[in-house]
């Protein structure tokens, strides 16, 4: 049976991710397990999404597959997968097999999934730690525990079971955190296919369509350029489901006089993009909403600005609220200094959520945001999103002309050496630009 990914380079980076988690831990073994297939209903499954980290260190995408790590005088990556058959392959498609996956993944060993069990309290005899992850599945955590008895019951003959646990997240964190050559090249592709599937959706959008005929525009736009999947569900809002953060039905009219957010992003070989964009569902800005949207705009605008080497994490969200603070201030939406505002937190009324995440394999990725109690600085290679926004529902105090106007603008920042770089800035963001691509729908 062919091979579907033979034309595809393995790069070295994941051998090598390997070998730089090995040298952390120096002695002891990791035990990785890919993400379990979910079922949909009866013998339907869910579309197949692997584990983060497994395929961080591996670049592996089957089901059904264990990454092992010996770390210590003489390093040994294994790999425990499917082995070749022939009638599966015919239902469900290609599998590498263990003899295959052994050379174009880079592995020292591999071994059938089958095996796991008898093999695996042979490599946990006489090593002093083991890093897995525990806490997130009960049933992964018994089979785990087994490994561990198997060796324990050896102890009359002079075999020692690892005396340590370590959660594995912690380290293979830190190494996500900062984003490789390999890394970034499919992250700025992710980030042009989103973009593109954003001005696709702003030419797509007039009065009387619907949010699920917006959203079809990004997912199509997506597949068309190689992307496997939605990041996460797309938030396609119109008018008041703009002030649901998490809105996610999608299936309202889109009326004249409101405003669309959409918050999507495509996945492109594991890699999230991210990015949030609002317009008028006419193609013009009324006076009010323009208001808003420049105050979004100018918050955004001075966080991004912040973000460079040695920067740490909590800047940009503290000089996006300052400039909104002033901004609702201007709005009559909060009354008082700006600096009381922020001190109340009377903002948070309107604007209740951070400014940004750090993204990559996940969308909201993997990385503390503060270390030893501090926020940490921000060093060249991470990527995050900047996202300020503002939601103004009816309320006391809240003008008539204000009212449901939900707008986000996000844009995914890579930090560099000396500086950033926004991988999303093609997506038109200024007034002036998002009303020039509405009126190439005419």
């Not at 239902?91 to 071994?111: C, I, N, Q, S, V």
């Not at 990385?367 to 990527?383: I, S």
């Not at 809240?398 to 920042?413: A, C, S, W």
Request: glycine share 8%; net charge negative; aromatic share 8%.
């Amino acid at each position: 049976m062919p091979n579907p990914d033979d034309t595809i380079d393995v790069p070295a980076d994941y051998a090598q991710r390997r070998s730089r988690l090995a040298q952390t831990i120096q002695q002891g073994v990791v035990v990785l397990p890919t993400a379990p297939e979910q079922i949909r209903n009866r013998d339907a499954h869910y579309a197949y999404r692997y584990d983060s980290y497994f395929y961080y260190l591996t670049g592996f995408a089957e089901p059904e597959a264990v990454l092992v790590i010996i770390a210590g005088a003489t390093p040994r990556h294994i790999l425990f997968c499917r082995e070749r058959d022939a009638e599966r392959e015919t239902w469900e498609g290609f599998r590498h097999g263990t003899e295959l996956a052994r050379g174009k993944f880079g592995f020292d060993e591999t071994h059938a999934i089958s095996e796991l069990d008898e093999v695996m309290p042979k490599l946990l005899a006489d090593q002093p730690q083991l890093y897995c992850h525990l806490g997130s599945d009960s049933h992964w955590d018994t089979r785990v525990l087994g490994w561990l008895n198997a060796v324990r019951a050896q102890a009359r003959a002079g075999v020692a079971a690892p005396a340590i646990m370590h959660d594995l997240h912690p380290p293979i964190d830190e190494m996500r955190l900062i984003k490789d050559t390999h890394e970034l090249a499919i992250m700025r592709r992710a980030a042009r296919i989103s973009t593109g599937a954003h001005k696709r959706a702003m030419r797509m959008t007039s009065p009387g369509g619907t949010e699920y005929e917006i959203e079809a525009e990004l997912l199509h736009e997506f597949r068309r350029y190689g992307a496997q999947a939605p990041a996460y569900t797309p938030i396609v809002a119109g008018g008041a489901n703009a002030c649901v953060l998490h809105y996610v039905q999608n299936n309202a009219p889109l009326r004249d006089g409101e405003l669309l957010l959409i918050d999507a992003g495509c996945e492109l070989d594991g890699y999230a993009s991210d990015i949030t964009r609002t317009f008028p569902v006419s193609g013009a800005f009324a006076p009010a909403q323009r208001d808003v949207y420049q105050m979004v705009l100018a918050a955004q605008t001075a966080a991004i600005a912040v973000v460079r080497p040695g920067v740490t994490w909590n800047v940009p969200h503290d000089t996006a609220v300052r400039v909104l603070a002033q901004g609702l201030v201007d709005l009559g939406l909060c009354q008082g200094s700006v600096d009381k505002v922020i001190e109340t937190g009377d903002y948070k009324q309107f604007y209740m959520h951070r400014t940004g995440h750090w993204l990559g394999l996940d969308v909201h990725d993997a990385g503390d945001y503060k270390r030893a109690n501090q926020w940490r600085a921000l060093e060249p290679g991470m990527v995050l999103t900047v996202e300020p926004g503002c939601y103004i529902r009816p309320g006391a105090g809240v003008p008539r002309h204000l009212e449901n106007i939900g707008i986000r603008i996000e844009d995914d920042v890579l930090v560099t050496m000396d500086g950033n770089e926004v991988l999303t800035l093609a997506a038109p963001r200024s007034v002036a630009d998002i009303e020039a691509v509405m009126r190439s729908r005419e």
